[in-house]
């Protein structure tokens, strides 16, 4: 397997981006969105989940099998909110 | 010397440290399983006592949260450059990135740990010690000890992980001690690498799940 | 015995190194992380388990001989079927083949000198006894009564019983499938023999993949389903309870979530093996390889979406039901796909009814009706009937006893020469099939009935009318009990008497048959290479269908 | 011969049990026909083409994607009419026709208790009037139940802090059986009991010949007054009149249907859905009320008639 080494800047870049993200998430808190406020908070941290999967787990660099995986996870953690919410949301 | 690195089941190193990544990364996917159940039963419940669930979400300290996640951000960077300097062959950063890292592991335990205190000592622990009364006439006790039930076990494993990512951290700074580590051998910082991550990005949705429900 | 082998050697007499006769101290075995050795090990304890189980189903079975409850106490009865029901799931079918022929036979079908991580895989079965020793000790220390299922609030809040330690023990066995699983797959990605890719894999590996993927992705949630069963019961804290704010449904979404993806562990690594039998006793390529290759996998992915079917009654949304039902039938294509392949592959083979094809034949039909009878009860207004009745009882054991127990013998009778160097004896193995294949149908066909005129499961006592019925599946249990002795012996016997066999002696394809038998602790002298599809049989001509 | 006292299928007992036999006898030919199939091919196979010789070879067939596709298709498209017909006949069985007279079920470890309309309270047997959709209305006290009636071909998980309903129309007299088909405990075989069906001048006299409670909605009435509700509804909170079938809106914006369970959830969690124009103010009563009381105030709320004002 090739080696791909990221620059330091790189990973300086992502983790300001995540710190970025973080007050941007405590931040949200103070505007009141009723029930988007949830909404907003999990796509930031799904942004920020995003940003360390990919650059400091190397994942965009990776074989096209740990990409896989490493979607497969979350598309499973998916079916299974989404099914169980379904059945509390229908009733 | 490459030789005795790889384990006799294996043709190569390539192959040996191709396993040890998919593996890990399996074995992450049965992690966000496991924590999956846990934000599953939360989802049923928040969206069941929206109220007990925001009122108590405002009995945690928001500020340590996200002090905390601030923290654990940094370790992730530092274990991310540990990597770095494992890839780059520079021993001396590599021990020094493994320090910080696990410093900063070990601060965010300790923050968490006097919230905790804290908490108990609030009487918010679910069972016996539990001793909160509801303030309103709209939502009872119970509402408010199932979330912190959910908190303290979801924030619990978490921590649960930490301490062995900790342990694994240590481990592989006595084999950088030991020099073990070369540029063309270091499956096991960048494998660990990924589990510390992995536990950063579970904290990463805990932190608005758990201390930010409802606007302040 | 006629001669099946072209190739049958009589191995040299000189003692040959293999990994049975390498070391014979208890730890040359308790410590191995040799794949062969830690089969074995498996072998012997899912094999104890077995009986168990089956013990149990034999009191049970005795209680039921009469309609009102005589011979034990009720909650004797409750214990037993709890008892039945949890070891035979998590203790014998799960680990069954994945962990016995898996662990075998994986790295040597792909040519691997072991699997990725020998020292988990021993690492999983000490997981595996601790869990199954806990359960043990809840059952012996004075039982457990919730089902197997361990509906909540009955099992958290409302057993007397030894919930907790047995939950542990099955909590705890769930991360032995895990490992398993996760071995099984990073050595199927990583290790195969050059010029073995995917497309020319035997389709036993298939199957095992798609096993594993299960394993990896559901099991989590049943471990984490039960240790908050343990919490509310220890604790008390509300979390599945409604007297202390909880959901009870929430708890049987998280346990089908897994519970229905594990009824798939329990059937693909069959599959796997009928694919292996069919093709080797009719020397034939498989029918439409890449079909049921994919097929597998299919039915690993759809098992995922389809738990909900276990709930039509519970009280979850009626619209919940109705996408849950819709989905069900989507499982029931890959496995239709599945069995008109073997059926094909049969068409013009050169067919030899040896014992494992025996076995292979009786699953593809029983594992038919069982299906069949999964459209059932995936059928809405039908399982609101049926659900909870015997009929649920007699659906679940055709597949797991009629399908997926008939292959795992086949599989052992197939692969005993390989794992021991030994032959069973022919004769012996066709009776005990047919017994089994007999008192099978004798033991739960009758069951369908009683569901559908409304017998419930689950019950001690019953009305007097479906006596008869009852006392029918006692007498097949019976039957059936017995030709589960036979092998027993006839096996244990063939390890000092049974007839010495050379490497290939069924002239099987797969790279398995090309080492000794049984095979060196490294598997191969030298890394194989592979040139051909699987099931390269030698053949007349070629044959285009449509 | 012993098989003359077999029941091959249960007694057809309500309107529902025969339109459910023709599906599953459809079922059954279906799987009749594949599993003979399959036998059939397997068995003519393993004869015709058995192996003569220790020599013998097989030609290669490798597969046909037209076979592959036409043994795809069709078995879905069957198991799309098992669909189709499983559920229509499963929401007719869903829902409730609205002249539906209403018994209340209320199981625990190990009976059921069960209360008419007008009062009259049995145990572990129901008697009901021939030709007229009944309802239940059911709760547990413990652990999940399940009411089941074969004749019926009826069955619903009965669950603790929740309504769960059930109906048919019976359409034959006679005496049934009633079973607990979801595992309870130690007892659960012996939670049985009989469904009586008779003619509706039957059930008429046998109403009046037992001990009559005082009816749920008269009770649900006193304790409405009793534990205070009365104060506010209709001052503070909104008035009930009308409330049960209508669509309430509430303060988050989105509208519910006032079902039991609504009721029942207002009383006992009022936080978890509150009504547009109102705070929350109202006290839950959860840990007060026994599943009795519950049922009587839910029955009381249910009867108050009117236009629905919010
Ligand atoms: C190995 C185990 C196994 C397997 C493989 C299956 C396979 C299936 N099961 Fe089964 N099931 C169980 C084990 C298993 N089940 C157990 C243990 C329970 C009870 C749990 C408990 O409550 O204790 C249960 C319960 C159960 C229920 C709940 C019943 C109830 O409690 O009310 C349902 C409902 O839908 C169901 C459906 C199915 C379906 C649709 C399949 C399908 O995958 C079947 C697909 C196969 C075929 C369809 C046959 C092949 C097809 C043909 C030959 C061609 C013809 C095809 C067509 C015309 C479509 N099963
Ligand atoms: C892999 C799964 C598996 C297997 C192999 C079996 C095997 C058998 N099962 Fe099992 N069964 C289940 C899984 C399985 N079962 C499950 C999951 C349940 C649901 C439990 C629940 O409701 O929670 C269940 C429930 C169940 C019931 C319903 C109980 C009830 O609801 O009240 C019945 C009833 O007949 C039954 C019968 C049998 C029989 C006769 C066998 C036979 O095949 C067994 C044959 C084996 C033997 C007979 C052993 C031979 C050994 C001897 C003869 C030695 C005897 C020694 C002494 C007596 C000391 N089983
Ligand atoms: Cu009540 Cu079973
Ligand atoms: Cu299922």
Redesign the pocket.
């Known amino acids: 397997m090739p080696q791909h080494i990221l620059p330091v800047s790189t990973y300086l870049l992502i983790f300001a981006a995540l710190l970025a993200l973080l007050l941007a998430t405590v931040g949200a808190q103070y505007i009141e969105l009723g029930p988007y406020n949830i909404l907003l908070a999990l796509t930031i941290a799904i942004f920020k989940a995003v940003l360390v999967v990919l650059y400091f787990m190397h994942v965009r660099f990776s074989s096209r099998l740990t990409w896989i995986f490493a979607s497969a996870a979350f598309l499973w953690l998916g079916i299974l909110l989404t099914f169980v919410m379904a059945d509390y949301l229908m009733r | 010397m490459a030789d005795t690195l790889v384990a006799h089941q294996f043709d190569d190193m390539d192959q040996q440290r191709d396993a040890a990544s998919l593996g890990m990364w399996i074995f992450l996917a049965t992690e966000v399983m496991f924590f999956g159940g846990l934000f599953a039963a939360y989802a049923v419940y928040r969206w069941s006592y929206p109220a007990a669930f925001a009122e108590a979400s405002h009995q945690l300290n928001a500020l340590l949260g996200a002090a905390n996640t601030a923290v654990l951000l940094t370790s992730s960077l530092c274990m991310a450059l540990a990597v770095h300097a494992a890839q780059t062959g520079s021993r001396r950063r590599l021990m020094l990135f493994l320090a910080l890292t696990m410093i900063l592991g070990s601060l965010f335990l300790v923050i968490k740990g006097y919230e905790w205190s804290h908490e108990i000592h609030l009487g918010l622990l679910p069972g016996a010690t539990f001793t909160y009364v509801s303030p309103s006439p709209a939502f009872s006790a119970t509402q408010v000890e199932m979330y912190f039930m959910l908190y303290f076990l979801m924030t619990g494993v978490h921590g649960f992980h930490m301490i062995i990512g900790l342990c694994l951290l240590m481990y592989l700074m006595v084999q950088a001690f030991r020099k073990r580590f070369t540029p063309d051998y270091f499956a096991p910082v960048e494998v660990i690498g990924l589990y510390w991550h992995f536990v950063d990005v579970v904290w990463i949705f805990l932190f608005p799940l758990l201390y930010l429900i409802g606007s302040k | 015995m006629q001669s099946v082998s072209p190739t049958a050697e009589l191995p040299r007499t000189g003692r040959v190194l293999n990994y049975l006769n390498n070391g014979y101290t208890a730890r040359s075995w308790l410590l191995s992380t040799d794949h062969k050795r830690v089969a074995i090990l498996y072998l012997i304890s899912v094999t104890l388990f077995f009986f168990a189980g089956g013990a149990a189903a034999v009191l049970f079975r005795l209680e039921l001989m009469t309609p009102p409850g005589d011979l034990v106490q009720p909650e004797t009865y409750n214990k037993l079927f709890t008892l039945h029901g949890i070891i035979m799931v998590f203790f014998f079918l799960i680990p069954s083949i994945p962990a016995v022929l898996g662990n075998f036979l994986v790295p040597l079908m792909i040519g691997a000198r072991d699997l990725a991580f020998p020292r988990l895989n021993l690492l999983s079965w000490y997981v595996f006894i601790a869990g199954g020793t806990l359960t043990m000790y809840a059952a012996l220390a004075g039982g457990v009564d919730t089902g197997w299922t361990f509906y909540t609030p009955y099992s958290s809040m409302f057993a007397k019983t030894h919930v907790t330690a047995a939950a542990l023990g099955v909590f705890i066995s769930g991360f032995s499938s895990i490992l398993t699983g996760l071995n099984f797959i990073v050595t199927i990605h990583t290790m195969r023999a050059p010029g073995l890719h995917w497309f020319r894999l035997p389709l036993f590996i298939w199957s095992i993949y798609a096993t594993s993927l299960i394993m990896v992705l559901g099991t989590p949630v049943i471990a984490v389903t039960i240790l908050l069963v343990g919490i509310e019961r220890i604790w008390r804290i509300g979390i599945f309870d409604p007297s202390l704010g909880g959901d009870p449904i929430l708890f049987q979404h998280l346990f089908w979530f897994y519970s229905?993806p594990a009824?798939y562990i329990m059937i693909l690594p069959g599959m796997g093996v009928i694919s292996e039998l069919i093709t080797c006793f009719s020397r034939k390529r498989i029918f439409g390889y890449s079909f049921v290759a994919f097929a597998s996998i299919a039915i690993a992915v759809l098992g995922f979406l389809?738990?909900g079917?276990?709930m039509f009654v519970s009280g979850q949304s009626m619209y919940a039901g109705m996408v849950f039902s819709f989905l069900s039938f989507f499982v029931a294509v890959p496995s239709a796909v599945k069995v008109f392949n073997w059926t094909a592959t049969l068409y013009r083979g050169s067919i030899l009814l040896q014992t494992p094809m025996l076995y292979a034949m009786g699953f593809i039909g029983l594992f038919t009706l069982g299906g069949l009878t999964g459209l059932f009860l995936a059928t809405l207004a039908v399982d609101v009937h049926v659900h909870d009745t015997y009929f649920v009882v007699a659906h679940f054991h055709y597949i797991m006893v009629g399908g997926m127990v008939m292959a795992y013998l086949g599989g052992i009778h197939f692969w005993w020469p390989k794992m021991t160097g030994r032959m069973y004896p022919e004769w012996w193995g066709r009776l005990s099939a047919l017994i089994i294949f007999v008192g099978f149908n004798l033991t739960f066909f009758p069951q369908f009935i009683l569901g559908y005129v409304g017998m419930p499961r689950r019950y001690y006592a019953y009305p007097d009318e479906f006596q008869v019925l009852n006392v029918m599946s006692s007498a097949g249990a019976s039957i059936l009990g017995a030709g589960y002795l036979i092998p027993l012996g006839y096996l244990l016997w063939s390890l000092k008497y049974g007839k010495l066999v050379g490497e290939n002696p069924w002239g099987a394809s797969g790279l398995e048959w090309q080492t000794s038998s049984p095979p060196p602790t490294e598997n191969f002298s030298t890394t194989p290479q592979v040139t051909q599809p699987a099931y390269t049989y030698p053949h007349t001509e070629e044959l285009l269908l449509g | 011969m012993i098989f003359a006292q077999v029941n091959f299928a249960p007694p057809q007992g309500s309107s529902l049990a025969p339109e459910l036999d023709a599906l599953f006898y459809y079922l059954c030919g279906i799987s009749g026909f594949f599993t003979l199939l399959i036998a059939g091919f397997i068995f003519y196979f393993a004869l015709r083409y058995r192996r003569r010789s220790g020599q013998e070879m097989a030609p290669t067939v490798d597969g046909s994607l037209n076979l592959e596709l036409i043994w795809t298709f069709f078995p879905f498209l069957i198991a799309m009419t098992f669909f189709a017909w499983g559920a229509r006949l499963y929401i007719t069985s869903s829902r409730v026709p609205p002249d539906a007279m209403e018994i209340h079920v209320v199981g625990k470890q190990w009976m059921w208790n069960l209360q008419h309309p007008t009062g009259q309270r049995e145990i572990n047997t129901l008697h009901v009037p021939l030709g007229r959709p009944v309802k239940l209305l059911m709760t547990s006290e413990d652990v999940i139940h399940s009411f089941f009636i074969p004749a019926f071909r009826v069955k619903q998980d009965v669950l603790p802090g929740r309504y769960t309903t059930l109906w048919f129309n019976a359409t034959a007299p006679g005496e049934y059986h009633l079973f607990c088909a979801e595992y309870c405990g130690t007892l659960h075989s012996g939670m049985i009991g009989k469904v009586h069906v008779m003619q509706p001048q039957d059930y008429e006299a046998w109403l009046s010949g037992v001990d009559v409670g005082e009816p749920p909605v008269s009770a649900g009435e006193r304790l409405f007054s009793r534990l205070g509700c009365i104060t506010c509804h209709g001052v503070r909170g909104p008035t009930l009149a009308g409330l049960y079938g209508s669509q309430v809106k509430l303060a988050n914006g989105q509208t519910v249907l006032a079902d039991e369970n609504y009721i029942r959830e207002s009383i006992l969690n009022p936080s978890a859905k509150i009504v547009a124009g109102f705070q929350t103010v109202m006290p839950t009563y959860r840990g007060q009320l026994t599943e009795d009381q519950l049922i009587q105030l839910v029955t009381f709320i249910k009867s108050l008639q009117g236009a629905r004002q919010q």
């Open positions: 229905h009824v389809v738990w079917h276990h």
